[in-house]
């Protein structure tokens, strides 16, 4: 997208190869720290320090050839959604530093101690945590919005001064709310307030992507009508609007009593990370990888059809259970009876769970069932590779004779 | 080659723009990234009046909450809100509700307190959350026990199953780190020779169904050995901890194989105390729901009696 979008090619040969292999390297070293727990006890930054280390040498090549390769551009400005990739590599370099400074307690060992501590430690936990949302599952994920539904829907982004002022409101107002993770905790109150309003500002900017996404369809809906494609990029856009209002409803404090420590948050991530993330990489595989392989279309043009409607049923089924199970938990735990005991046992609140969570086996056994399709049509694609030339194919910038 | 836009053949050239969209009848902001264009839509109204009332609710929260740092200190919002005093004070209106009949239990005469059918409807629901918090997941749901763990609805006890020696059970714990704690402890016969073991373990397996030879050589050496603690005959009842034999009931298992590890290593089941973790008030209510507990385990859990019915078939199997 980066090479396409701003027409110059990648600024290095090894050094991609260095990032792709790279990372997968620190994920199996993660992985494998779970397992031995080997980890530091930090949710999304389990990985102890000699995992951190590599992962920063890895993420900083990445930048660099990405900021080499954004200099080459030929075209005069650069696209919003490279401004959105450059957010998600900038920041979550940083995010990853800052979080993980920490001192191994021998070099020998695989343990260390974070150099934050108390209320501090917890509050740049979050302040990792809500931006990893962020821009970990939000930023670059925009980038790829930006990039694949105005391709395949044919048509121009509806509005540019729209896509800007949401590209700097998500950058700005994410930065100020992750204290709404630590709600009714030892975090002072202004700390929380500070998190609440600015979760609930940063709605704007977020609805803004959702609705210029929506809107770039204008001209288009017949194509979202018969194209399953395009289908998983509107809906992923339906869930991001959805799943940022519920965020910043959530981040609301009373709200935030009910809901936290409950299943609802587990919905809420889902809807997220199912209905929008999934959803919008579902898409970008299916633009990508005939194009890749030199064909008009998948193998197995009626598997997406199958896998769009598969995927839809799992997140819905998933997040509706979870959401009855999360207010059910947050009403049980919190219910007193006219002498002033408790209603429910913990245990009972447990076997309330029951329905939704058979509901919620089902939803995600769809959900994976349509991914699981999704693979094999794209192996069955790739075998039987064309050699058909895209016509938006252009060569890249003439370079001036020398 | 240029890449200003301005200077593209057909764009205008103030804005560089080069087509108007037929769907929406904005003209382009002249960019091509790519094949992707972007239309020069106006903001949109709404999107400003969104953020108008997002931020016109933050600020008044900032004004109503404590909200910005100030230094050392911080702006503290015209409605004075402490989180922590907020959460003591809804504490406090609760305990207010539960001292009208939890006071009762500070002192109590059980029977008296039994046959206030009044109290007993506020006091057994509330100490049945207490027990399922806190004693079910060794105790099993409806008190049936579990390998290591005895049952609470039978009639056998270790200790005693009237209120108050349950209350001190619960007080002090058995061989738990309470100074006062209750000690049981099953020895190990470990000196024993192992026909010695075998010929034991076997008698005491059968004495349950009341099978076993009072003439064996296992008979003297129960007489011997065991007696002291288990009682004439392996009867129990002394309430030092030691478990009838000849019951139906089990700790641990009444099998010659189970017998046999009690016997070769010795037991000391550990029941923690909880004179810390809850007030004497709770103590006393618990001992009552405990002692009240059914003899045959169904509970009489009056809010859900199905989820009730289900769990205690399982506890008690
Ligand atoms: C306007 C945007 C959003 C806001 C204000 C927001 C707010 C929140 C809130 C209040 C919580 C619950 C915290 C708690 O009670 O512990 C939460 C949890 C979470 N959200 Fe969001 N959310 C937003 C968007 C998203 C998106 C788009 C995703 C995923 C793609 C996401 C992923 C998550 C995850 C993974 C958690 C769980 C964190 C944990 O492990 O505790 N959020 N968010
Ligand atoms: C078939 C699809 C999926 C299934 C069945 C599934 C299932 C689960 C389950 C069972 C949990 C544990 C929740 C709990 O604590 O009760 C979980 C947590 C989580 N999942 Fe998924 N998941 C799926 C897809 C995804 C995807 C695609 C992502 C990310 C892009 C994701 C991100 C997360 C996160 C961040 C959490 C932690 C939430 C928290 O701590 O609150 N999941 N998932």
Not at chain 1, 185 to 194: E, H, M, S
Not at chain 1, 206 to 217: D, E, F, H, P, V
Not at chain 2, 94 to 105: E, K, Y
Not at chain 2, 130 to 143: F, I, K, P, T
Request: hydrophobic residues 45%.
């Amino acid at each position: 997208m980066l090479q396409r979008t701003s027409r110059a090619r990648l600024a290095d040969a090894v050094s991609p190869w260095f990032v792709l292999i790279g990372f997968n390297l620190f994920c199996v070293w993660a992985a494998t720290g779970y397992v031995m727990g080997q980890t530091q006890s930090k949710e999304y930054a389990e990985p102890e320090w000699y995992a951190d280390l590599w992962l920063v040498l890895v993420w900083v090549t990445y930048f660099v050839v990405y900021i080499r390769t954004l200099a080459r551009r030929a075209e005069p400005h650069i696209y919003v959604a490279n401004w959105y990739y450059m957010a998600f590599i900038l920041v979550v370099a940083m995010l990853h530093i800052v979080n993980n400074l920490a001192l191994p307690v021998t070099w020998g060992s695989g343990e260390s101690f974070t150099i934050w501590s108390g209320v501090q430690d917890a509050m740049i936990q979050w302040w990792y945590g809500h931006n990893a949302v962020a821009f970990f599952l939000t930023a670059g994920f925009l980038g790829m919005l930006y990039y694949f539904l105005p391709v395949r829907a044919q048509r121009p982004i509806w509005s540019y001064r729209l896509s800007i002022l949401s590209f700097w409101g998500i950058v700005f107002f994410y930065m100020w709310a992750g204290s709404h993770h630590l709600h009714y905790t030892a975090l002072p109150y202004w700390v929380q307030t500070l998190g609440m309003t600015f979760s609930v500002m940063l709605l704007v900017p977020s609805w803004a992507s959702a609705g210029n996404a929506i809107a770039t369809l204008n001209g288009a809906w017949h194509k979202v009508r018969d194209d399953a494609v395009l289908r998983f990029m509107f809906v992923a856009a339906v869930f991001y609007g959805l799943s940022t209002f519920e965020g910043s409803f959530l981040a609301i404090r009373p709200v935030n009593s009910l809901s936290h420590y409950t299943d609802w948050t587990v919905g809420h991530v889902h809807s997220g990370t199912l209905g929008w993330v999934a959803m919008i990489v579902f898409g970008a595989i299916y633009s990508m990888v005939p194009k890749l392989w030199g064909r008009n279309d998948m193998a197995w043009p009626k598997a997406v059809e199958w896998h769009f409607w598969l995927a839809i049923a799992g997140t819905l089924i998933y997040v509706v259970s979870l959401w009855n199970a999360g207010i059910t938990q947050g009403l049980m735990w919190r219910a007193y009876d006219e002498g002033g005991a408790l209603s429910y046992s913990f245990i009972e609140s447990v076997e309330a769970m029951l329905p939704y969570y058979a509901a919620r086996t089902l939803g995600g056994g769809l959900f994976l069932a349509g991914a699981l399709l999704c693979a094999l049509n794209c192996r069955a694609t790739m075998r039987a590779a064309g050699n058909r030339v895209d016509e938006a194919d252009r060569p890249l910038a003439t370079q001036p004779a020398e | 080659m240029s890449t200003d836009p301005k200077k593209l053949p057909g764009a205008d050239p103030h804005t560089g723009n080069r087509e108007i969209d037929p769907v929406t009848g904005y003209d382009t902001t002249g960019h091509d990234w790519g094949g992707i264009k972007e239309l020069n839509t106006p903001f949109p109204k709404v999107a400003l009046v969104a953020l108008a009332l997002t931020v016109a609710y933050s600020v008044i929260a900032w004004v109503l909450l404590p909200a910005w740092p100030l230094g050392r200190d911080y702006t503290r919002g015209i409605l004075g809100l402490d989180q922590q005093e907020v959460a003591e004070e809804r504490l406090r209106d609760l305990a207010t509700l539960r001292a009208d009949w939890l006071g009762r239990f500070e002192d109590p005469d059980f029977t008296a307190l039994s046959n206030d059918p009044e109290l007993m409807g506020l006091a057994m629901p509330a100490a049945d959350r207490l027990y399922q918090d806190n004693c079910s997941a060794c105790h099993g749901r409806a008190g049936g026990g579990g390998p290591g763990y005895p049952v609470l609805h039978d009639t056998y006890w270790l200790w005693g199953g009237a209120p108050d020696d349950i209350a001190v059970t619960l007080q002090v714990g058995i061989n738990a780190a309470h100074p006062d704690t209750r000690w049981a402890q099953m020895p190990a016969f470990d000196w024993m020779e192992d026909g010695q073991l075998s010929a034991l373990s076997g008698y005491v397996a059968a004495m349950p169904s009341d099978e076993a030879d009072p003439d064996s050589e296992a008979a003297t050496l129960f007489t011997e050995n065991c007696v002291a603690c288990h009682g004439e005959g392996g009867a129990g009842g002394l309430m030092n901890g030691a478990p009838s034999l000849v019951d139906d009931t089990v700790i641990y298992g009444q099998d010659e194989e189970s017998v046999m590890v009690s016997l070769r290593n010795g037991r000391q089941g550990v029941m923690p105390y909880w004179s810390e973790r809850m007030s004497d008030a709770e103590i006393n209510a618990l001992s009552l729901y405990v002692s009240r507990l059914p003899d045959d385990g169904a509970v009489d859990r009056t809010e859900t009696p199905q989820a009730s019915e289900g769990s205690a078939a399982e506890a008690t199997q």
